[in-house]
């Protein structure tokens, strides 16, 4: 009966060598020992002067970020253009990136095209980094021979959905921020500075105000149960947050929310319209199918609203019905959407169509996020001021009515 070998464990290894012309050269590769290494370096034709294994805290590396994926795809994408063949891309990109964690995906997807896998198949055994999208890309582009166009499209894209993502970031950080600021402020003051004023009053024996009353039992509340406050606060953050994690309909639920936000909600719709053209566009235009490109476009939507109207106008698209009679029957998709797809499915220009969407949408995020964070600096300006200025006023209210009576 035959025995099974146990698993080889791989471990990151740092080398030094020199290759036949004397250059200097360093790497890492992933291997089961130092032998391996050297034997493979050989045969590559470097001379090893020094293999070492990297420690466990240096191989670890900080988490691999959606920039580093975009960083990557364009410089891949570059060196493609220039003609560098595929293995030496992968090399230099590795050697180009400080983030350790991103050297040893890349030699992991690098030993494995070096054994033969097809590049979206070696992107395929790592979901985390690169989605079903990024995969269909990279394998359509494999398919027709265009690689470089299909890179160049993709790192594009992952460019402009990162922008997206960062100005709906901005647009929100900004009032967060000062939300938050503005309770720490006022726990401050309700747990030391109106139980000032409190024993300050209970020693004039009069009677307080009713406002100044209503702050004083507000700041009782904080002194005695502080604790139990903050306990609420991040058990409601912790609940929320393992809510959208955990539950489908929980996010759905937040996601439609979301969209009905006053001021917020209109960025986030044309937010959403943005990365939705600009991925149909990005995967018709490399020739990926249309009811396979729906599939991605709706886990690419970011929204569960338009993640599941896309995957029953993808159920409809494979019956047989046109992509823009599907979309008027979904009714959330604005009619300028509507009647660009219009003329794109008649003109044959579907994905130039779709990325004029995009463009427009992505415009329209960026002026409103100008307005808003116009706006919102005097709103939350008279937000502190009322609030702060309140406190302010009630505590004082018994001395303006003491100097009265004098």
């Not at 979901?127 to 993709?154: K, S, W």
Request: aromatic share 8%; hydrophobic share 50%; net charge positive.
């Amino acid at each position: 009966m035959a025995v099974a070998k146990a698993a080889v464990k791989q471990l990151t290894f740092l080398w030094e060598g020199t290759d036949k012309s004397g250059k200097r050269l360093k790497g890492q590769m992933l291997a089961g020992g130092e032998a391996m290494v050297r034997d493979v370096l050989r045969r590559q034709g470097i001379a090893v002067q020094k293999v070492r294994k990297q420690s466990v805290f240096a191989s670890a590396g900080k988490k691999i970020s959606e920039k580093d994926i975009a960083l990557f795809t364009r410089q891949l994408a570059t060196m493609m253009k220039a003609g560098v063949p595929l293995l030496q891309s992968f090399d230099i990109t590795a050697r180009s990136h400080a983030n350790p964690a991103v050297q040893r995906l890349l030699g992991e997807i690098k030993a494995d095209i070096e054994t033969g896998t097809g590049l979206s198949q070696a992107f395929r055994k790592h979901p985390r980094h690169f989605d079903g999208l990024y995969c269909n890309l990279v394998a359509a582009g494999e398919q027709a021979g265009i690689m470089d166009t299909v890179l160049d499209r993709l790192a594009n894209y992952k460019e402009k959905i990162l922008a997206i993502k960062g100005k709906i970031k901005s647009a929100l950080m900004y009032p967060a921020i000062v939300v938050v600021i503005a309770f720490i402020i006022t726990t401050g003051i309700m747990l030391f500075v109106i139980p000032a004023f409190k024993d300050l009053y209970e020693g004039s024996g009069s009677e307080l105000p009713a406002l100044t009353q209503l702050v004083i039992d507000l700041s009782d509340l904080f002194v005695d149960y502080w604790w139990l406050i903050f306990l609420a606060i991040g058990g409601a953050v912790t609940g929320f947050m393992e809510g959208l994690k955990r539950s489908p309909r929980f996010a759905a639920a937040v996601d439609a929310w979301m969209l009905k936000l006053p001021v917020f909600g209109p960025i986030i719709l044309k937010a959403t319209l943005a990365r939705w053209a600009r991925t149909f566009a990005s995967l018709f235009a490399a020739g990926v199918p249309m009811v396979e490109s729906l599939d991605s476009v709706a886990g690419a939507s970011g929204n569960a609203v338009y993640a599941d109207a896309t995957l029953r106008i993808k159920t409809q698209v494979a019956t047989g019905t046109s992509l823009t009679a599907s979309l008027q029957e979904a009714k959330i998709f604005p009619n300028m959407l509507i009647q660009m797809v219009s003329i794109g499915e008649e003109s044959g220009s579907l994905d130039s169509m779709l990325s004029k969407v995009a463009d427009f949408y992505e415009r329209e995020v960026d002026d409103a996020v100008e307005g808003i964070s116009s706006l919102m600096e005097p709103l939350i300006m008279v937000v502190l001021g009322t609030l702060i200025g309140g406190i302010v006023v009630a505590m004082y209210l018994p001395i303006f009515k003491m100097g009265s009576n004098f």
